[in-house]
């Protein structure tokens, strides 16, 4: 392979260098894609967008993996006294109107306590189950920067472009582009394997991070990296 690759994506060809460039797979986790997690609760159930990209994960990981790509994992969740768990995000839920259950974040549920750091729920689903040798960042905001060593790793590696994926598309993906284009990060979202609660959000959100000449970056398609990485 090229050291520089170049794909076709929006707003235009990404072009990312095989000796600085990352996998970053964001909160492919129980709680957010299995049944009687913490997204389908919160969500009101359509994990049908979520499932659909663990395969399509999956092929991703295989291609960095062959070709020893670093790959970076994360999964957001909070300590047992959920003493990180910021204010904002733990007192939004129950009273909100049309809210139809009354389940926040560390209360017991089927895959254990929700979004609970050491629960069932809040590991990563067994597809994507990260290797020995893969970086796994804990995270307890949307955000994968805030109040991580993500940033640290990155740096560590010597990552300057990230090929983004993961759920939610709407809330952890998209706000953690936006922070790492913030540090300087090329980052490209690959649609295929990005997806949320809300069909509706999922264009908006990738037009979003692309429009205006990559305002926070790009996005391209899986079969598009696929071909290039093989
Ligand atoms: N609620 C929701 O859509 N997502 C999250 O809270 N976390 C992630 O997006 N991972």
Redesign the pocket.
């Known amino acids: 392979l090229p050291k520089n690759i170049t794909i076709e994506a929006e707003p235009y060809p990404y072009t990312f260098p095989l000796s600085s460039t990352a996998l970053l797979l964001?909160?492919l986790q129980r709680d957010?894609i299995l049944p009687s997690g913490f997204?389908d609760i919160?969500?009101g159930t359509n994990l049908t967008a979520v499932t659909a990209v663990v395969p399509n994960c999956v092929r991703i990981l295989q291609a960095f993996r062959e070709l020893e790509l670093p790959i970076f994992h994360t999964r957001?969740g909070h300590l047992p006294d959920l003493s990180d768990c910021p204010s904002s995000k733990l007192n939004r839920q129950a009273s909100a109107p049309g809210t139809t259950h009354s389940k926040v974040i560390g209360d017991p549920g089927e895959l254990g306590r929700l979004l609970v750091r050491g629960e069932y729920g809040h590991d990563i689903v067994d597809e994507c189950r990260p290797k020995l040798g893969e970086v796994v960042v804990d995270k307890p905001g949307?955000g994968a920067f805030w109040n991580t060593n993500l940033l640290e790793e990155l740096v560590g590696w010597g990552i300057t472009h990230l090929i983004v994926g993961?759920?939610?598309i709407?809330?952890?993906?998209t706000t953690t582009v936006r922070e790492a284009n913030d540090r300087g990060f090329e980052c490209c979202i690959i649609e295929e394997c990005a997806a949320?609660?809300n069909d509706d959000f999922k264009a908006p959100s990738l037009n979003m991070i692309h429009w205006s000449q990559g305002l926070f970056g790009f996005v391209s398609s899986l079969p598009t990296l696929l071909e290039a990485l093989t």
């Open positions: 964001i909160d957010f997204g919160q969500s957001e949307k993961g759920v939610t709407e809330c952890c993906v949320g609660y």
